[in-house]
């Protein structure tokens, strides 16, 4: 049983480039999320969902977009990385909002 | 984040008893989470209260005041593992009721010999 699977887990990116980190999980789950983690601090969330076709900002969205055109999977999309996004990733989901969180094994992304 | 407050730090000693302590906005509650995480690793869940009260896990208890907007994790026998952050969290309204979760900055454990 897999879960919640991230891709890729490493990736280094220049200033200006784009990526998508993919976000799977076999769960059958309504909700999604995408947090990010800076050293020291807790998660900050980027951008949620609660369904297949429906995504909503959460605290930290600027410079992120996200996708979710199939149930199973959650994409967050950098359209042009900035240092400033050198990050670790973590994606999770529950069955609804005050359902137990998921957690994928997260994704450092550095970008120089 | 969004009014959710923990200590940034804590050392404890092994075989001991430790409390770690988190304050929230009280407005829309919908629960609250604990988690712990190893450095390095995903959030892994510990508990989550609703109502009122000491919930407890084994060496693990979440307690909760929903009046007072606190809630504090109690870890009992301390072991070198336990040494970790630990993460409140709240379900805020968000695009469906209780669907944003927010995190506290974290707590990090650390446990002495």
């Known amino acids: 049983n897999a879960g919640v699977t991230q891709t890729p887990k490493f990736r280094v990116l220049k200033t200006g480039q784009s990526m998508t980190l993919l976000c799977a999980q076999d769960?059958?789950?309504?909700?999604m999320y995408w947090y990010r983690q800076d050293p020291g601090m807790g998660l900050r969330l980027i951008h949620y969902?609660?369904?297949?076709?429906?995504?909503a900002k959460g605290e930290v969205p600027d410079g992120y977009n996200v996708s979710r055109l199939k149930k199973q999977n959650f994409l967050l999309g950098l359209e042009s990385a900035a240092p400033s996004q050198t990050s670790v990733y973590f994606c999770?989901?529950?069955?609804?909002?005050?359902?137990?969180?998921?957690f994928g094994e997260g994704s450092r992304l550095t970008v120089l | 984040g969004q009014n959710i407050d923990q200590p940034t730090e804590m050392t404890a000693t092994e075989g001991a008893i430790v409390q770690i302590n988190c304050t929230y906005q009280?407005?829309?509650?919908?629960?609250l989470f604990w988690y712990q995480q190893h450095a390095g690793e995903a959030p892994t869940f510990l508990s989550y209260?609703?109502?009122?009260g000491l919930e407890e896990k084994g060496r693990f208890s979440s307690f909760l005041s929903r009046s007072k907007g606190y809630s504090y994790l109690l870890l009992k026998e301390l072991q070198m593992k336990d040494s970790a952050s630990y993460l409140c969290?709240?379900?805020?309204?968000?695009?469906?009721?209780?669907?944003?979760?927010?995190f506290g900055s974290g707590t990090r454990l650390s446990i002495r010999p």
């Open positions: 969902s609660v369904g297949e076709g429906t995504t």
């Open positions: 009280t407005s829309g509650f919908n629960g």
């Open positions: 999770a989901s529950n069955r609804q909002g005050t359902g137990e969180l998921f």
């Open positions: 209260n609703v109502l009122d």
């Open positions: 769960m059958n789950h309504e909700y």
């Open positions: 969290a709240v379900p805020r309204g968000g695009y469906s009721s209780a669907s944003k979760i927010i």
